[in-house]
Structure formats: structure tokens, C-alpha cells
């Protein structure tokens, strides 16, 4: 099992309620969101809008207010790809999700699951 069930529940809800988040993009992210959507300029940092739990395939996935209300592409990406402020209240519930999720699909990795 890749997820607690109970700590991603109770994270899940919390974002929820502090919605709309600052994040800032991966350099992979805001690389491949440039690919995808060459005529989008594709910011450093954005909102994170909306939460969805993806059960143990997907994860924690946020959408993303890239491209404003008339963008025609939704943006919808794992929390593992973004970085948030240290002095944010969640700050460290989910960094201990990102980090514990990267360590378990690297283990699965390594066992070709």
C-alpha cells in the first residue's frame, strides 16, 4: 500500500479547505505544460484549485488555475510535481506526503511492479 488511507483522507480534506493554494511548478512540470501548451506561457507559480484523490494509482492530484477562467485545457497534475511554501500550515503534512509517496513508488519501482 502506497497511501495511509486515514493521513491521505484527513490531508485531502484540509487542502480542500484552504483552497485556493500558492504553488510553485517543477521545472519538469512547467517544462512538459509548455510542451503541451506551446501557446500558453506557462508560470513559475499558480493556484491550486481543486483536489482530487486518485485512490493508490494516481495519488493526491491538484488542479491548477493556469491559463484563467477562459483556458480550454484543465490542468490537473500530482501534488509530488509541486513545491509550497515552507511558512504554509500544511506545509509539512504535505511534504511528509510527497516524500513518503516518491519513497514507496521508487520501492515498486525497483521490484517492477
Not at 493554494?21 to 506561457?41: A, G, I, R, V, Y
Not at 499558480?46 to 492530484?61: A, K, L, P, S
Amino acid at each position: 500500500m502506497i497511501d495511509d488511507p486515514e493521513k491521505t483522507d484527513r490531508l485531502v480534506r484540509e487542502l480542500e479547505a484552504s483552497l485556493p493554494l500558492e504553488t510553485t511548478l517543477s521545472q519538469t512540470l512547467k517544462q512538459t505544460l509548455t510542451k503541451q501548451s506551446p501557446d500558453l506561457e506557462i508560470p513559475d507559480s499558480c493556484h491550486m484549485t481543486r483536489i482530487f484523490y486518485m485512490g493508490e494509482e494516481g495519488g493526491i492530484v491538484c488542479g491548477l488555475d493556469i491559463g484563467g477562467p477562459e483556458a480550454k485545457t484543465p490542468y490537473i497534475v500530482s501534488i509530488t510535481h509541486l513545491t509550497f511554501n515552507k511558512r504554509m500550515p500544511l506545509f509539512r503534512q504535505i511534504d511528509a506526503y510527497q516524500r513518503h509517496r516518491i519513497k514507496k513508488l521508487k520501492q515498486q519501482n525497483r521490484r517492477n511492479y
